[in-house]
Nanobody, 124 residues
Framework: EVQLVESGGGLVQAGGSLRLSCKASGFSFDDYGIGWFRQAPGKEREGVSYITSSDGTTYYTGSVKGRFTISSDNAKNTVYLQMNSLKPEDTAVYYC?????????????????WGQGTQVTVSS
């Protein structure tokens, strides 16, 4: 069974940091892309970042570039999202997702596997 399990969310003050973790089971990260999405209440789910395990290609949406860093530990089948200089606008439920690497540029509808989501709340 393919599973993605997220952890690391919580409440933090503006300017603080959190590290999200996504642990996968049932498949290898090889040949897959792992992405982070977020969804605030009443807002569309948006892609935040992704990494392709085979070649290490990374992507960040403009609003988080320079503040967030995605990384992977393939031996542990785990992907991390280090979030620094957090802003209230970053408040959302964050989801980890996986898809074969050739589909990482597609919208959320194409991503095959999803974690349960973890709440990130940034106070002013």
């Amino acid at each position: 069974e393919v599973q993605l399990v997220e952890s690391g969310g919580g409440l933090v003050q503006a300017g603080g940091s959190l590290r999200l973790s996504c642990k996968a089971s049932g498949f290898s990260f090889d040949d897959y892309g792992i992405g982070w999405f977020r969804q605030a209440p009443g807002k569309e789910r948006e892609g935040v970042s992704y990494i392709t395990s085979s070649d290490g290609t990374t992507y960040y949406t403009g609003s988080v570039k320079g503040r967030f860093t995605i990384s992977s530990d393939n031996a542990k089948n785990t992907v991390y999202l280090q979030m620094n200089s957090l802003k209230p606008e970053d408040t959302a439920v964050y989801y980890c997702a996986a898809v074969e690497a050739e589909f990482v540029r597609y919208g959320p509808w194409r991503w095959d596997y999803w974690g349960q989501g973890t709440q990130v709340t940034v106070s002013s």
